[in-house]
Structures are given as C-alpha cells and as structure tokens.
C-alpha cells in the first residue's frame, strides 16, 4: 500500500493561459479507496498521468511513500510504475494475438521482472476476475471480460496503488457492475491503494473518498465514512 | 518478448508477407544477376580450358574463338591447308587437329576433326574413336544411340539446309562429359567434310576461293565452300568403309581453324607469335575470353546498379511503411511504455519485428536469386551445352553481411521513433 502525497504541482501547456492542472497540496492515505471526477477538460487525466509517472512535471513533488517521482529520469519512472503501479484503462490497452495469460504476463515479461511463482498468481487473479479459459485469445472475449483480463494484469506484480481510467465508461451496466465491484475488492484483497477516475456513480459511489476537479483545481473533496461493500 | 512479436505478426501477416516478399525479389534481382555473370564467366572460362591455342585465319579473335571453341555456326574465312601440315610436323607441338564446321544433324553441329582430337578431348564412355571415313564419336549430351546413322545437313535444318545423301556416320563412341559446348558435338573425320563438301585433298579451289570476293558468302558456312555454287565438283558416294587418312600434307584443303596442344608454356607463346600473321592468326582462347569479359564487366556494372537501384527503392518503402506503421501503433506503444515496459524493450520489439521481415526476405531473396540464376544457367546449357556452375563465393557472404547490416541500421530508424514516444502522449493519440 502506498500514500500519495502531491505538492506544488502545476501542469501548463505553451499556448494556454491557464495551467491545465493546478493543486497546491493533496494527499491520499495509504489503502485508501479514491474516485476523482469532474468534467472533461477538468485536469482528471493529466492528474492520472502525472501521479503514475506517464508526464513529467517540472516542479513541485509527488512522494509515493518515500520516493518523489519528479526527479526521477524516464527510465526510473517507467521502471517505478512497472513496479508500483497497476494501471486499468477505459480501452483495455490489451495485446491481440495473445491469450489470456499472456497478456496478464506480458509487462512483467517485457521488464524481465517474471518471478517463479507470477504463473501461477497471474492463474489465481484470472480466477479471481471469474475468467477460467487461460489460454482463450484476448480477441474472441466480450469487453466485460476483457477488462477483467485487464485487471487481472494490473495486479499481478502486487502494486502498491491500482489506478484505473473510466474503467467502466465503455462497458454494458452489467459489466460495468461486476467490473466496479472487482476493482474495489481486489484492491481491498491485495493491499493497493486504489485512485479511479470515473463518472460512473455505481463506481464512485463505493468509495470512500471524492475529489472533484474543475478547471484543474480540486473543487470539492468529500470523504464518506461508509466503506464500501 | 518472442511471443509478443510473433503475434503481432500473425496478426499482420498480410502485411508482413507483402514486404518480405517485396525485399526477397529486390534481394533477388541483385543476387541473381551476380551468380549469373559469376557463373558465364566460370563456365566459358572451363569450355576454353581444353584449349590451349586455336589458330585460324586472321579475322575476328572472338569469332575464331567462338566457332571453335563454343562451336557457334558462324562465318570464318579459311586458312590454306598446308599450315596444319607445318604445325603437325613442328617439334613444339604435341598434336594439333583441325576443325571444320558446317553440317549438323538435328541441331548437334557435326564438327571434322582427326582421331587425335576425337581421343584427348574426353576419355570415351563407350565404344572407340573413328577409324573410318563413315565413323562418328559424340559429345556426352548428344542423345543418340551408339550405331546410329547420321545424315548430315548442311548448315542447320531450320534454316533449310539440304540433307546430305552420298555419306551417313555411323556412330561408334561416346564421349566422357566435359562441361564445354563439345559434349553437344557429332565428331567426325575431317577428310569426310572435305569429300563431302567437294574439297578432296588433291582440289584446290578452296585457294582460289579464299582470295575470291564474290564466294565470301560461302566461306561464311564455315568449311563448306563451293557446296552449292555449282562449281565443278560431283556429288560422288562416298565409300564409309575407306580408312582414315591423316597424313596432313601442304596439299591438304583450307581449314577455318586448327586446335593446337603444345609441349610446353613457352612453345605455346612461340607458336602463337610465329602464326601470327602470314595468313594465320593464332590466339589463346583464356586471352579472348579476358577481353570479351571486360565487354561483359560493363554490363554486369548497368545490371548491378539496376539492381542496386531497385534494392534503394524498396528500402525507401520499407521505411515509408515501417514509418506509418509505427505512427498507427502510437496507441500500442504508449500502452506497452505505460504497464511498465523498459523504452529499450520497445526499441528491441520494434527493430526485431522489422529486422525479422528483413532478415527473412533477404534469405528468401538469395534462395530465388539461386534458383533463377540455376534455371537460366540450365537453359543456356541445354542449348549450347557450356556448363554454367553457379555457386556462391565468399564475397556473397560479405555483400550478405553488408545488405543485412543496412538493413539493420534501417530498421533501427521506425524503432526509434518508437523509443521517444512519450507513453502518455501515445495514449492520448
């Protein structure tokens, strides 16, 4: 589990007279479960981006734990969230022409981070997301599943934070159901701290936090004291 | 990191296939026109090794060599006939036959020649040398059985040469294979042309005609002169069973060329400079064959830089495809940055998938290359019988080497462009 801890963070564009993201301070509490909304255009992806190392900013800190991610060099920061990160997006990002597993194991492979037992965790979370056809190729499956593969493949280096983009936005309600309720409680089982960008209600009515951004600045930051089922 | 490449190019194997096949004809072309010519050079440079000096009248060098060496049906004016005497009884040489030409027989040009020829040319595989007038010995590729009968034609039969009637050869040897045009040849005793063709040894015309303007054409079928002019000379049978004659005289008829074997290297440019000149032209066929290379170097030159050409230009669309390509999978690499893979992963997996292509059609591409160059040479042997080895040498390998490291540096450039995108800007793509 991993705490966020931003400070000083501003993002601006040459071109644009406002910054596209602006927030003097914000933390979140390790294991804490977070949903950030907020219109399109409001900072909620740069937000995503820069706190998972994907932009780089020049100024200001983010302290993951211990470690500041600004002045890290690329490769540190591809290395970091490879590591730390676990990372579900709106289009599933998944690899056709590769099965089920594969896909799951495609990033640790690719760092040349595979450990003795990733097959076998990478089976058990294949499980755990109600998927049983390992060897099924990632283009025959219907988009609920495959943003289940998704998750599954965000776990399995046990990231201290999952941090998952519109999760649900291009999925039937059904599926974005089972999906929302599969984020919250992997994230509980495997100890990450979990940030959600979405504007699912579903979704973000079960967590525990709710930072709204407008304009690039946070607006609103509710905490609810009902934990999620 | 196998797997992820080996399904993206299952995935794009339509693609895939079109510019491995794009690089193996390009490959191809080059490797093809390079075997090609090696293999001209080898093959012609082998079919004139037997023969060490070729003398003939003064004329062409190349056409001497052509005619007797490759046995092209070609004009050659004659040389009077005493030379072939003066050369038999000259200490420096080992033996010496002579050859005429001028008569085939469904396509295998009938050659006159001595037994001494017909005997050192090729060890026999079958039966034995002439010993008669009516005898014949083949090449290893004349497919005729041994005691066949060959009518000769005059010139060749589709160019409508009569059928001789007053002699038929029987055939009563074959030849060992020896990779030159003579493995194509019907040999047979030169005193049977020359009766044949109304040159008896005691006929002079042929003097008279070699300073005669208006029988140049004649001399241009080779040995046959005074065939069809309606000179004097009859058409008399010819006895087959008369015995060989090969006591060369200065009476002997005018012969287009003379093969000559000489004792050692140095006689052998002791007779070439000694017949050079006074009615004769004696040359080195290794000499000729040098000079028709340098023509043959040109040309091989224009072909390369075609084909060098045509090896830039599907490089440049390679890279055009490669460059779109990587722009299109923006998306997929951002994504692949973004779940943690390492930028020279990427780089790696980029560089591999097109190096792979590459690799693969340049190999390919030698393989056609091989097999067209094997296919030309088979046809060019079939009809003229000069083997034409093709083979690789150790510089292929170099220019190999050398087009797979260009394209290994070309690869590199879509693979780059992929190792600076940045992971979040691909996403947004």
Known sequence: ??????????????????????????????????????????????????????????????????????????????????????????????????????????????????????????????????????????????????????????????????????????????????VARLLIDLSVSNDSTLIVVSHDPRLTGRLDRCITLVAGRVSSDVLRREKAA | MTLFILADLRRLWAG?????????????????????????????????????????APGSETQLLLSSVFLQPSPLPLMPGDVLSKLSADPRVSWAAPVGFGDSFSGYPIVGTSSVLAGTLSALTEGQVFSRAGEAVIGAAVKLPLGYEVKPTHGFAELGGETHTELAYRITGRMAPTGTSWDRAILVPIQSVWSLHGMGAHEHEEEEHAQDGAHQGEHTEGAAPGHDDGDDHEHAHIDPTAPLDEAWTAASPGLPAILVKPKTIADAYKLRQDYRGNGTLAVFPGEVLTNLYATLGDAKRVLSAVAIGAQVLVAAAVLLVTVIHIGQRRRQIGALRAFGA????????????????????????????????????????????????????????ASALAITLFAAGLALVPALLAYRQSPAAALRA
């Open chain 1, 1 to 178: 589990m991993l705490s966020l801890d931003l400070k000083n963070i501003s993002v601006s564009y040459p071109g644009l007279s406002a910054p596209v993201l602006d927030i003097p301070s914000l933390s979140i509490a390790a294991g804490s479960r977070v949903a950030v909304t907020g219109a399109s255009g409001s900072g909620k992806s740069t937000l995503i981006n820069i706190v998972t190392g994907l932009e780089r900013v020049r100024t200001g800190s983010i302290r993951w734990d211990k470690t500041d991610i600004v002045p890290l060099s690329e490769r540190s920061r591809d290395r970091w969230r490879g590591t730390h990160v676990g990372l579900v997006m709106q289009d599933f990002h998944l690899f056709p022409g590769l099965s089920a597993i594969d896909n799951i194991l495609l990033p640790a492979r690719l760092s040349r981070a595979v450990q003795s037992g990733d097959k076998d965790r990478a089976m058990m979370l294949l499980n755990a997301v109600g998927l049983s056809r390992a060897e099924q190729k990632i283009e025959t499956m219907s988009r609920g599943e495959m943003q289940r593969v998704a998750i599954a493949r965000a776990l399995l280096r046990k990231p201290g934070v999952l941090v998952a983009d519109e999760p649900t936005a291009s999925l039937d309600s059904d599926s974005g159901d089972a």
């Open chain 2, 16 to 56: 895939s296939l079109v510019i491995v096949l794009l690089i193996a004809f390009a490959t191809a072309l080059g490797v093809a026109v390079t075997l090609q010519e090696r293999a001209l050079r080898l093959g012609s440079a082998r079919a004139a090794d037997k023969f060490d000096l070729v003398i003939g």
């Open chain 2, 342 to 397: 390492p930028q020279t992963a990427v780089l790696l997996i980029v560089w591999l998938e097109l190096f792979l292509l590459v690799a693969v059609g340049i190999l390919l591409g030698f393989v056609i290359g091989y097999g067209a160059a094997r296919i030309l040479s088979g046809l060019f042997s079939g009809e003229s019988g000069v083997l034409l080895p093709v083979g690789f040498a150790r510089e292929d390998l």
